[in-house]
């Protein structure tokens, strides 16, 4: 089974689920937050600041969590408004990852194309598609973050 990369964005409406699940849990932790605060008691007032202080932090990486998916999701749509998404044909697996042999046999192509121009935002987002594909998470966050402000430098 082959795929191009076009099918390989992550599906909208899985992370709009995961996020509508993390809300959820936020809210019910900040719910017992105020349960443990109005006891009155010490420990419980302790215990209450100590959950209202994990749901805000956890509220605040929520949001960045989805801003990020969006910028991202934005920039892929204008490369591929612009024709610039690759081409490349590669045989996945039947989750419809692709296989890591192939991402890895098509890597050094995008590393030359980031090392031949690195202030070019396209080549640093395609770049992070095949870190993404070869399984590599942080290097294809770090590559998707420098394509984010390289495209707004370029504004």
Do not use: C, H, N
């Amino acid at each position: 089974m082959t795929s191009t990369w076009r099918s390989l964005r992550s599906p909208f409406w899985g992370a709009a689920l995961m996020t509508l699940l993390l809300a959820l849990y936020i809210g019910l932790v900040g719910q017992r937050a105020v349960a443990f605060v109005a006891t009155g008691q010490p420990i419980g007032i302790g215990i209450g600041v100590a959950l209202f202080v994990v749901a805000a932090i956890g509220a605040l990486l929520l949001v960045l969590e989805v801003r990020f998916g969006l910028r991202i999701t934005r920039l892929g749509a204008r490369l591929e408004r612009e024709g610039a998404t690759p081409d490349d044909v590669v045989p996945v697996r039947p989750s419809g990852r692709p296989t890591r042999e192939a991402a890895d046999e098509l890597f050094p192509r995008y590393r030359d194309a980031v090392e031949a121009d690195p202030e070019d935002w396209r080549g640093w987002y395609r770049l992070g598609i095949v870190y993404d594909a070869a399984g590599d998470r942080k290097r294809a966050r770090a590559a998707m973050r420098t394509a984010l402000a390289k495209a707004a430098a370029t504004r």
